[in-house]
């Protein structure tokens, strides 16, 4: 027997449900259930793939053993196991991304339901006996293993563990049960009344029997009723069976958003029942995370995750897929080249779509809800889902000028836009208030377009591939030229262009180092300068990622647009003519192009020399 410490996370978290400060406690029963489920299915599906396996699945099934006197309560199945190196890699170990940063939030939340809904997200499922017994004992046996594993613990912060001679194949927890406490709101849990009412409640369409005896001595009945939830008609389904379904392959504790029921007949038939949870995981955006639904052949578990049915853009969509033709003995790399889940993948990512489209017209609450927590991750699918581009960008929505409150589709932005406008006008951006400051907005402004806002990263990619929306382009107000001008006022323009030729080229060879081009702007009203790109430059966001991306890329250099009609411009031309020798207006003329960068927030290349020049002139004019 070895006595071994926690991991330092999973001794903080079991010290937490101890502790706990949300009250349906009876979900340990819930999620011990699942574990047990998964057990079975990881079983049937080893068997199909390694003939060689030895392993009885000739009565698979969860069994719930409750003992009053003892007041122990015990869930067993006879599924996969586990090996020594499983049990103290699985449960002294919580090898999750981010659990650091859920113990913090875990801390710093008061309310009860937000505890519950953080605990969910991280599925703790084994860990939930804690809040029900003050000592949990384990035994299990992997078939491939000669002998059997016990593991022990009161969840103090250590474990015991040691081989066994006989252990059954499966898995056992045995629960040894704290006193029922009505105002620790601790159940019966050696009620049978209570168990069955759980199980009805929370995993009555576990198609795997689960089996208790309901009075002593009697007989083991399954309680049960197996019906897969997917293959029962709609009308006889309620919402409650729905959200615990939806629980139980999600391992989230909130309600789902929206629940999509499919099924596909003709050449290929298959079921789906899809769910659009109602808030982002923690690991939404994290390399590591899982994604894709369960996989069911003839009502048979094949795999869970299956990524060749939802696209990356869609991994926060959880469910189960039921399919009559394929093999069960199916493999992830057969999966890749199939025709029929291809065809599958195609009409689930469609429907997903259609369904969010649905939201945005019927329910707009629930829809800015999906869009604030999975906006981020479906507009990826702009990059790398060619065939859907155009459903993405009828539920896309964004920040704009026209309302502080409240976002925009492309399709409200068209319906509003000018006689005249050829253009989707947009601008990037770290936040609104960048943008919102930003120069490059002030003739736009001052004319009337209204101009998206586009704040997060995938927005600087997906506009440089996406041609237009509705036969209208997406312009940058902060690359090449916007033509806001008038006949009359390009008429001015070329006049001013004359006048300032000379002292343009000046600027062009005094900052040649910084700039490829200076010229006068017409998206200026009342700044002296600002910075923006070619048509087809990268914008210094992108060129950032790309460097911190480990991308070697060349400098690239912008172009300097200078406000005529603004008297910095004005005083600094006018010295320029006046003066034959016009070094000692090269400082100007940098100082003038670091403060256009700052305007923008961009990053000056050299801090310390800009302070020093703006200190001597701001001396010189004092």
């Given amino acids: 027997m070895e006595t071994l410490e926690f991991q330092s996370e999973a001794r903080q978290l079991l010290r937490l449900m101890i502790h706990s400060v949300y009250s349906n406690k009876d979900t340990f029963l819930r999620e011990l259930v699942s574990n047990a489920s998964d057990a079975l299915d990881k079983l049937r599906l080893e068997t199909f793939r390694d003939k060689d396996l030895v392993a009885d699945t000739s009565d698979l099934h969860i069994a719930i053993e409750v003992d009053r006197d003892g007041r122990t309560l015990t869930i067993r199945d006879n599924g996969i196991g586990m090996t020594r190196d499983d049990v103290i890699g699985l449960i002294g170990t919580i090898a999750k991304s981010g659990t650091a940063e859920f113990l913090q939030k875990l801390k710093e939340t008061k309310d009860s339901a937000a505890s519950q809904d953080l605990i969910g997200q991280f599925g703790i499922g084994f860990y939930s006996s804690f809040m029900v017994a003050d000592k949990v004992t384990l035994v299990t046996k992997h078939p491939r293993s000669a002998e059997g594993v016990r593991w022990e613990s ?86 409650d069976e729905y959200a615990e379904f939806y629980r139980h392959v999600s391992h989230d504790w909130n309600k789902p958003l929206e629940t999509i029921r499919m099924h596909g007949e003709g050449v290929f038939e298959y079921q789906a029942l899809l769910f659009i949870p109602s808030q982002a995981p923690l690991d939404l955006f994290m390399r590591e995370r899982k994604r894709g639904v369960q996989l069911y052949v003839k009502r048979v578990f094949i795999m869970d995750d299956c990524e ?88 896309a929505s964004f920040q ?7 976002q925009t589709t492309l399709a409200q932005y068209v319906e509003r836009m000018k006689d005249d406008q050829q253009h989707i006008y947009y601008m ?141 411009v004005t005083v600094l031309h006018k010295a320029f ?46």
Avoid at 369 to 382: C, I, N, Q, S, Y
Avoid at 482 to 494: M, S
């Fill in 308 to 395: 060749e049915l939802m696209p990356e853009y869609l991994r926060f969509v959880k469910g189960v897929v039921d399919a009559q033709d394929l093999s069960l003995n199916v493999s992830r790399e057969l999966l890749q080249h199939d025709r029929h889940i291809q065809l599958m993948r195609r009409r689930l990512v469609k429907k997903v779509l259609s369904t969010v489209k649905s939201l945005l017209a019927d329910k707009p609450e629930s829809y800015e809800t999906f869009w604030r927590e999975f906006g981020g991750a479906v507009k990826e699918g702009l990059l790398s889902d060619t065939e859907n581009r155009d459903a993405i960008l009828d539920i």
């Fill in 400 to 406: 704009s000028t026209q309302d502080a409150e409240k």
């Fill in 577 to 622: 003519a006046e003066r034959e020798d016009h070094d000692g207006l090269a400082e100007s003329a940098e100082l003038l192009y670091g403060m256009a960068l700052l305007a923008e927030g961009g990053d000056l290349p050299d801090p310390s020399r800009f302070v020093r020049l703006m200190s001597e002139h701001l001396e010189r004019a004092l």
């Fill in 154 to 239: 009161t969840g103090e912060g250590t474990y015991t563990i040691e081989d066994v001679a006989d252990a059954p194949q499966g898995t056992a927890v045995t629960l040894h049960l704290k006193p029922a406490d009505a105002e620790d709101h601790l159940a019966d849990y050696t009620s049978t009344a209570k168990i069955i009412e759980i199980v009805k409640r929370y995993a009555d369409f576990i198609t795997w029997p689960i089996r208790m005896a309901k009075e002593d001595g009697a007989e083991p009945a399954t309680i049960n009723s197996r019906k897969a939830l997917w293959a029962r008609p709609a009308s006889e389904v309620t919402e």
């Fill in 428 to 568: 990037t951006g770290d936040s609104r208030a960048t943008v919102e400051n930003s120069p490059h907005l002030e003739a736009l402004r001052a004319k009337g377009f209204e101009v998206l806002i586009l704040t997060d990263p995938i927005d600087e990619m997906w506009v440089e591939a996406v041609p237009g929306f509705k036969g209208k382009t997406f312009q940058s107000i902060a690359k090449g030229q916007v033509d806001l001008e008038t006949e009359d006022e390009k008429a001015q323009a070329e006049e001013r262009q004359k006048e300032f030729s000379d002292f343009l080229a000046w600027m062009t060879t005094t900052l040649t180092d910084k700039v490829k081009e200076v010229r006068l702007s017409s998206r200026l009203t009342t700044s002296p300068a600002c910075v923006v790109g070619d048509a087809h430059d990268l914008t210094p966001t992108l060129e950032k990622m790309y460097r911190a991306m480990g991308q070697e890329l060349p400098p690239v250099k912008r172009i300097l647009e200078l406000n005529p009609g603004h008297a910095l």
